[in-house]
């Protein structure tokens, strides 16, 4: 099946500060979607992005479907922004369309 | 219009009894997915359900565990004869079809004592 790597696994960043997440993915997929799960356990979407660039707030998001990587970049981080953020993929068939496959994480800590 | 409802949040079940897991997806979306996610490990998907089928459970342990969405009413992942190893966080995502992304819940946080 479809592979799902994440980098790095875990970050450690002073309030204000920028970061840049990166999810590698193995085949074409149909469907990327990055989340952050909080530390109540809540998952929360942040991007559909298959393709393209996408911006909400101090969050935005690319993917390059054809080089098979997406990246997620916080600006400007917040206590609040803590958690786990997970990619997960779509792949566009033989037994992987409808089903995603989710990275192991980066663990985010940002201390006040 | 409010998003994936699961509920409970939190269930504690002693080994052996039943666990039922309820999800309602978002309002006019008939597909449903359940997914696992074990302590220190990634969301592993279980199975696919639409209304009064089940599509396909290729993720979901052949004993004990079972789901449902009927015509009517939410969706219910029922656990039998609970084990140590069931415990887990499970979330529940829906989606109206196509190529539209899936909307999760906030989960069920089961703990098996």
């Known amino acids: 099946g479809i592979q799902v790597e994440q980098s790095p696994p875990d970050l450690i960043l002073q309030e204000g500060a920028n970061s840049t997440l990166r999810c590698n993915f193995s085949d074409s997929v149909n469907n990327l979607q990055w989340f952050h799960q909080n530390p109540w356990g809540q998952l929360i979407n942040l991007f559909y992005?298959?393709?393209g660039t996408k911006q909400n707030g101090r969050l935005s998001a690319t993917t390059v479907a054809t080089e098979r990587y997406s990246l997620l970049y916080i600006s400007s981080s917040q206590t609040t922004d803590s958690g786990v953020y997970f990619c997960a993929v779509e792949g566009l068939g033989g037994g992987s369309n409808y089903k995603l496959t989710f990275g192991k994480g980066t663990l985010l800590t940002v201390n006040p | 219009n409010a998003g994936v409802m699961q509920n409970p949040r939190h269930l504690v079940r002693r080994r052996g009894q039943e666990a039922r897991l309820r999800c309602s997806p978002v309002k006019g979306h008939s597909h449903v997915y359940w997914y696992r996610q074990l302590p220190e490990e990634g969301l592993k998907f279980m199975v696919y359900?639409?209304?009064?089928?089940?599509?396909?459970e290729s993720g979901m342990p052949k004993e004990r565990f079972s789901a449902e969405f009927p015509k009517e009413g939410p969706s219910i992942l029922r656990i039998q004869q609970v084990v140590r190893g069931d415990s887990a966080a499970y979330f529940c995502?829906?989606?109206?079809?196509?190529?539209?992304?899936?909307?999760f819940g906030s989960g069920t946080r089961l703990t098996v004592v």
């Open positions: 992005i298959p393709s």
């Open positions: 359900l639409q209304k009064e089928n089940i599509i396909d």
């Open positions: 995502a829906s989606s109206p079809g196509g190529s539209y992304g899936y909307t």
